[in-house]
T-cell receptor, first 115, second 112 residues
Framework: GAGVSQSPSNKVTEKGKDVELRCDPI?????LYWYRQSLGQGLEFLIYFQGNSAPDKSGLPSDRFSAERTGGSVSTLTIQRTQQEDSAVYLC?????????????FGSGTQLSVL | SQQGEEDPQALSIQEGENATMNCSYKTSINNLQWYRQNSGRGLVHLILIRSNEREKHSGRLRVTLDTSKKSSSLLITASRAADTASYFCATSSGGSNYKLTFGKGTLLTVNP
């Protein structure tokens, strides 16, 4: 497909379990972002990948959160020992602009529910 | 931290009317963008205005930027039911030119 693809679209898990969320950006886009959106709130920046540069992880809320981007393409966001406050929509975005946050293309997100 | 703050939080209008949403921000910006979100899922980029621009148009959209007041407005003319969505402003600023900071959004409802 031509857009940003995220999977799964919905994930229900039990408190304490680990989850992996996947993002497949638009082909050729070197910039990849993860954001989190809690109910009725704006988007919270989590992490930014740009090419082979070291990622900006400054938005990750705790050391239970990690992300990687393999081969400059697909990215996985991992949440270990999930907590109820992790429940949110996790949005991935990609951009063709290097080093500039201009015109991000978003996926449809993963709705994570931690019971 | 929150950079952009949209106003109002919610807006309900009739089809054919114009809708105006405002965004205020706190620090100097490189650019300001507006995004639309349907059904609480993916966002769609609408328009970008740079810090040295004052007004921009795209179809039925008109964006203004007043850097002296640190504010922007989004005007949607001749609204349609399909315009019903949440609208977010987002800014990039300072050295983190790659990072977009979003407000909490305005929920626009256009009644047929």
């Amino acid at each position: 497909g031509a857009g940003v693809s995220q999977s799964p679209s919905n994930k229900v898990t039990e408190k304490g379990k680990d989850v992996e969320l996947r993002c497949d950006p638009i082909s050729g886009h070197t910039a990849l972002y993860w954001y989190r959106q809690s109910l009725g709130q704006g988007l919270e920046f989590l992490i930014y990948f740009q090419g082979n540069s070291a990622p900006d992880k400054s938005g990750l809320p705790s050391d239970r959160f990690s992300a990687e981007r393999t081969g400059g393409s697909v990215s996985t966001l991992t949440i270990q020992r999930t907590q109820q406050e992790d429940s949110a929509v996790y949005l991935c975005a990609s951009s063709a602009r290097q080093g500039k946050a201009e015109k991000l293309f978003f996926g449809s997100g993963t709705q994570l529910s931690v019971l | 931290s929150q950079q952009g703050e949209e106003d109002p939080q919610a807006l309900s209008i009739q089809e054919g009317e114009n809708a105006t949403m405002n965004c205020s921000y706190k620090t100097s910006i490189n650019n300001l963008q507006w995004y639309r979100q349907n059904s609480g899922r993916g966002l769609v980029h609408l328009i970008l205005i740079r810090s040295n621009e004052r007004e921009k148009h795209s179809g039925r959209l008109r964006v203004t930027l007043d850097t002296s007041k640190k504010s922007s407005s989004l005007l949607i003319t001749a609204s349609r039911a399909a315009d019903t969505a949440s609208y977010f402003c987002a800014t990039s600023s300072g050295g983190s030119n790659y990072k977009l900071t979003f407000g909490k959004g305005t929920l626009l409802t256009v009644n047929p």
